[in-house]
T-cell receptor, first 108, second 115 residues
Framework: TQLLEQSPQFLSIQEGENLTVYCNSS?????LQWYRQEPGEGPVLLVT?????EVKKLKRLTFQFGDARKDSSLHITAAQPGDTGLYLC????????FGAGTRLTVKP | NAGVMQNPRHLVRRRGQEARLRCSPM?????VYWYRQLPEEGLKFMVY????????ESGMPKERFSAEFPKEGPSILRIQQVVRGDSAAYFC?????????????FGPGTRLTVT
């Protein structure tokens, strides 16, 4: 069983739509990271959230860390084809624990 | 500043052979992590090393797998007597330290195919 559950597993949308993906756990993490991974490449760090309730914005991406530091969400506004990729969340639990990811496809 | 380097990018081995995967961390990083990723899955932690020390190998299979990070040179993940189930992408990450204030930066991975 995954320590971190990500949903949805797959998401296919049209360019310009908004979307939210989720990362949930029953464990508390000292920090949580979001990564984007493209085919054939390693994950690239997007953001680290540390404080419960924290919200961070990165252009059209908004990341939120739950108050209890057990869950997080990533919201993308006006998605573009360049946003296509595998979005992974990872929790710092002494070691980094990854979710299985949300595979996002944005169609032009 | 060069990122995390991994080589080879692709490695094909026959069952029973040995696979050696190399990882050079970013400059100034003394902490190295190895992960395995199967198709359509997230990354699974394998081992965490600092220079000359294995700190946590709780994710490493007990047999056939070993890792080192010598004082000089890259970190090596070694898989002896490979089997088909070892086919996966192996990623290395490095950081300046451990904990929430130290971000891990990933290499491009080595894709191991066992035939």
């Amino acid at each position: 069983t995954q320590l971190l559950e990500q949903s949805p597993q797959f998401l296919s949308i049209q360019e310009g739509e908004n979307l939210t993906v989720y990362c949930n756990s029953s464990s508390v993490f000292s920090s949580l990271q979001w990564y984007r991974q493209e085919p054939g490449e390693g994950p690239v760090l997007l953001v680290t959230v540390v404080t419960g309730g924290e919200v961070k914005k990165l252009k059209r991406l908004t990341f939120q860390f739950g108050d209890a530091r057990k869950d997080s969400s990533l919201h993308i506004t006006a998605a573009q084809p360049g946003d296509t990729g595998l979005y992974l969340c990872a929790g710092d639990d002494n070691d980094m624990r990854f979710g299985a990811g949300t595979r996002l496809t944005v169609k032009p | 500043n060069a990122g995390v380097m991994q080589n080879p990018r692709h490695l094909v081995r026959r069952r029973g052979q040995e696979a050696r995967l190399r990882c050079s961390p970013m400059k100034g990083h003394s902490h190295v992590y190895w992960y395995r990723q199967l198709p359509e899955e997230g990354l699974k932690f394998m081992v965490y090393l600092q220079k000359e020390n294995i700190i946590d190998e709780s994710g490493m299979p007990k047999e056939r797998f070993s890792a080192e990070f010598p004082k000089e040179g890259p970190s090596i993940l070694r898989i002896q007597q490979v089997v088909r189930g070892d086919s996966a992408a192996y990623f290395c990450a490095s950081s300046r330290g451990q904990g929430p204030n130290y971000e891990q930066y990933f290499g491009p991975g080595t894709r191991l195919t066992v035939t």
